[in-house]
């Protein structure tokens, strides 16, 4: 289940809220509060792989990989917490500068990958993945751990984005030169 508020809530409000409530993952959607919910067991296992795959194959200089902690700006009215999230350690060293900084990025990342779950279901993900292509995100993933695919968007040089699905094999994300996610490894439990 989904926790969000009707009333609008202020950007201000908002850091002020996700830098104090330590146990509450707050997501702000468009001026409305929405909490993300706990997720299933698959959908830990998946997340998990995914984070393993990636700090083992990053470039440990030039990239932080965050698994629900990140937000990310789209606008002052909304602020999302992806499963994972590759940043630009240059980035994150910026924000390390100002101390108790929400962890929260307004440019668009190598990488964004969200995970299904039967808590979230499908209408707050695609409510997310498309803000994330409003974003300009070079590569967002929507990974199904029950279907067992990756739906990838590719962000193209014209902002336009490309849909790949994969079932199998490996995924090279072009965004991270030196990353392959095989998928066989990605849906272990």
């Known amino acids: ?10 950007e201000e409000t908002f850091r002020r809220l996700s ?12 001026g409305h509060l929405r909490e993300k919910p706990g997720m299933s067991v698959e959908h830990g296992n ?4 995914l984070v393993r795959l990636l700090e083992n194959q990053r470039d440990r200089t030039s990239y932080r990989v ?9 606008a002052s009215d909304t602020y999302y917490i992806p499963d994972v999230a590759v940043i630009p350690t240059a980035i994150v060293q910026a924000l390390s500068e100002h ?16 995970i299904w779950s039967p808590s979230t ?18 590569k967002i993933w929507h990974v199904h751990p ?12 014209d902002g336009a984005y490309v ?20 998928l066989k490894a990605l849906f272990e439990t």
């Open 99 to 114: 101390p108790g900084a929400l962890d929260a990025y307004p440019d668009a990342l190598p990488l964004v990958a969200e």
């Open 146 to 157: 029950y279907e067992r695919t990756v739906t990838a968007w590719r962000r193209q040089s």
């Open 46 to 49: 998946v997340m998990g792989n």
């Open 1 to 10: 289940m989904v926790i969000a508020s009707t009333a609008y809530v202020s």
């Open 19 to 30: 830098l104090g409530d330590l146990q509450g993952q707050w997501e702000l959607h468009h």
């Open 163 to 182: 849909e790949t699905t994969y079932r199998d094999g490996v995924v090279h994300p072009a965004s991270l030169p030196a990353v392959a996610i095989d």
């Open 121 to 138: 279901g499908g209408y707050y993900v695609s409510d997310k993945l498309r803000d994330y292509q409003r974003r300009g995100d070079l």
């Open 66 to 74: 965050r698994a629900q902690h990140a937000r990310l700006r789209l």
